[in-house]
């Protein structure tokens, strides 16, 4: 009972805060909805005995992701306003009816065994501790793991090719003006 | 009562559609970013689920691994849409239209 009761709190939150990220008029309003959803997710992972991820979460997201997302978005500035003209007609009903059938065909899909997977005779029990998922990650996953590091390494090349050579015109124009 | 699997999978899917449609609806680049957000951590909801519901700590993985790809694919997101406002100062992506036809 405890969990159904921490579950529909929870759920509630984690819906309100990923709506208020699509709705918000102020991006840094998004960003606060989006916190929200990932720290509930957070707990959520704790229910589902994941620790390990659940720390992860916490760490990567609703640290270092977020405060990214809040560093460009105070960077870029929040004063100007969105143009919320359509440029695809009836795009935003097109989007209502896109999401909601999204959503129906997802939830109807997870309620079949072929897709979840369960069975009638429950499963073994899962630790999510650090060790059990690093043993998977060290053992059966050592070239999945591996190549995440090609994967990173390309990123942090790529953001810093494209902060030293991404602007040429900008220094064109500033060189002409400054005289 | 239990909270079923199903539970779970219903939420995300949910989440998941709420993030499409913020993809399709918002203007603004650094939102889309967000709404991509949302869709990747429900779809970590879905493994993490699946992994308890099957016993398997392989679905942990996976949502490690998507967590590792989300971190990758923001640093660049935002690193192009930092060049892109400071060539165009701003945010909106209906303005970015030099290669339509």
Do not use: C
């Not at chain 2, 971190?71 to 290669?99: K, M, P, W, Y």
């Amino acid at each position: 009972m405890t969990e159904v009761v921490l579950f529909v709190i929870f759920a509630a939150v984690a819906l309100t805060g990923a709506v208020v990220m699509v709705t918000a008029k102020n991006p840094v309003y998004s960003a606060m909805g989006l916190l929200t959803t990932m720290f509930t997710m957070a707990l959520f992972y704790i229910l589902l005995d994941a620790h390990f991820l659940a720390v992860v979460q916490i760490l990567v997201y609703a640290g270092a992701v977020m405060t990214l997302f809040l560093f460009v978005i105070m960077m870029i500035g929040v004063d100007k306003k969105e143009d919320t003209a359509e440029t695809i007609p009836f795009q935003r009903g097109l989007t209502v009816v896109v999401g909601a059938g999204l959503a129906a065909v997802v939830i109807m899909a997870g309620r079949q065994a072929w897709v979840t997977g369960s069975t009638a005779f429950g499963a073994p029990d899962l630790n999510g501790t650090i060790e059990t998922v690093s043993d998977a990650l060290f053992g059966t996953w050592t070239v999945a793991f591996l190549s995440t590091v090609f994967l990173l390494t390309i990123a942090a090349v790529g953001t810093v090719a494209l902060a030293m050579f991404g602007t040429p015109q900008l220094r064109d124009t500033k060189s002409e003006e400054a005289p | 009562m239990t909270v079923t699997i199903g539970w779970y999978m219903s939420l995300a899917a949910v989440l998941f559609a709420i993030g499409a449609a913020g993809v399709l609806t918002r203007r603004n680049a650094l939102v889309m970013f967000m709404s991509v957000e949302l869709m990747l951590n429900s779809v970590n909801l879905t493994f993490i689920a699946a992994a308890k519901e099957l016993g398997l700590v392989e679905g942990q993985v996976a949502a490690l691994f998507v967590m590792v790809v989300a971190a990758a694919e923001v640093t660049i997101g935002l690193a192009i849409l930092v060049a892109v406002f400071r060539r165009r100062a701003s945010a909106n992506v209906d303005e970015l239209s030099e290669l339509k036809g």
